[in-house]
């Protein structure tokens, strides 16, 4: 149900050039330079979906399934041969490599799901290894009904939302650990002020060139009083008698 071309989508050449081994790389460039042709298929029987969830970014590698689901409406309950194949591997791989437990998955398949839809065979079975074994937990209803089973009998739609769940929490944690990308600031640099200089033409001062800040500021002038303002001059002190 996962087609090549799809998977090429999301997994693009950029992306197998800088994640896939080298040997794996070497492998389909023999390939193709053996057979002089070159296709998404055959790129996929090298680059296998067992090496595609180990060096590509989980991110990418989600994208594919979930479009591959989404073709043939599994989210929505559609049923039939390939989508129940399909979910049937996606299940037993994730719970043969620890991604999936059984608690996670009975929590979506779990009593009424069981009940409305296994065969009457299959809950008596269950019911009995629960009486032998004195319990009954999410690992022995695993155990007993089996993945096959619960592939073959619980609603499509089930069965992809836990493994939805489980592909949001990978995605989440794919982008948690991404490496941050720091945004890099230029601070121009400050203009030089010009400092004060003397040009000199035979022995003769042309020009002289004064930076005022490197005198600092000059004094303030005094305030100016009324009388002032009304005469434009101070008015004089009377002079003491000799």
Known sequence: MLEAP??????????????????VLIRMFDTALTTGTISPSAIVETVTPELLAEHIPPTLVWESIVAAADRVDIPKGTDGKPARDFLRRAVDAALDSGVLTAPQLVRHVD????????????????????????RMNPELIVDTVGVDAIAAHAPTNVIWACLAELGAALVAADVKDSP????????????????????YMDDNIVSLHVDEDDFGSPDPAPPVTAEKKATGKSKSKPAEPS
């Not at 799809?6 to 040997?23: W, Y």
């Not at 009593?111 to 004195?134: C, F, Q, R, W, Y």
């Not at 990308?181 to 200089?197: A, D, G, L, N, R």
């Open 180 to 199: 941050k990308i720091e945004p890099t600031v230029t601070i121009p640099p400050t203009p030089s002020k010009p400092k004060m200089t003397l040009d």
């Open 111 to 134: 009593p009424k799901v069981l009940v409305n839809h296994l065969p009457d065979v299959l809950t008596a079975s269950l019911i009995e290894m629960s009486l032998a074994a004195g």
């Open 6 to 23: 799809e998977i090429l989508l999301h997994v693009t050449p950029a992306v197998l050039a800088k994640s896939m081994p080298r040997d």
